[in-house]
Nanobody
Framework: QVQLVESGGGLVQAGGSLRLSCAAS????????MGWFRQAPGKQRDMVAG???????NYADSVKGRFTISRDNAKNTVYLQMNSLKPEDTAVYYC?????????WGQGTQVTVSS
């Protein structure tokens, strides 16, 4: 079991930047994959970015080149740096930990991008 707490969301103008943080309640060193998902009103929850314990990363096509995921194992924290934000990035962003067949979720943080 691992608890995840997101922070860093807010309101930003199009073209701006935000950095989301996800603090875990235990070591993330051996967790298979840490990731960020987002869910806009009336839409399904979609993967935004993921980072494996090996450091390998993957991104949704819609955010490639604009978002960067990273992990600091010493701080048990995962980050999502979001640049060149667009109104269509508006959503609740959720941190996810996937390990040995189990998924754990944070409570989400709202990101709103105004045009």
């Amino acid at each position: 079991q691992v608890q995840l707490v997101e922070s860093g969301g807010g309101l930003v103008q199009a073209g701006g930047s935000l950095r989301l943080s996800c603090a875990a309640s235990k070591s993330i060193f051996s967790i298979n994959t840490m990731g960020w998902f987002r869910q806009a009103p009336g839409k399904q929850r979609d993967m935004v970015a993921g980072i494996a314990s090996t450091g390998n990363t993957n991104y949704a096509d819609s955010v490639k080149g604009r978002f960067t995921i990273s992990r600091d194992n010493a701080k048990n924290t995962v980050y999502l740096q979001m640049n060149s934000l667009k109104p269509e990035d508006t959503a609740v962003y959720y941190c996810n930990a996937y390990n040995m067949g189990y998924n754990f979720w944070g409570q989400g943080t709202q990101v709103t991008v105004s045009s």
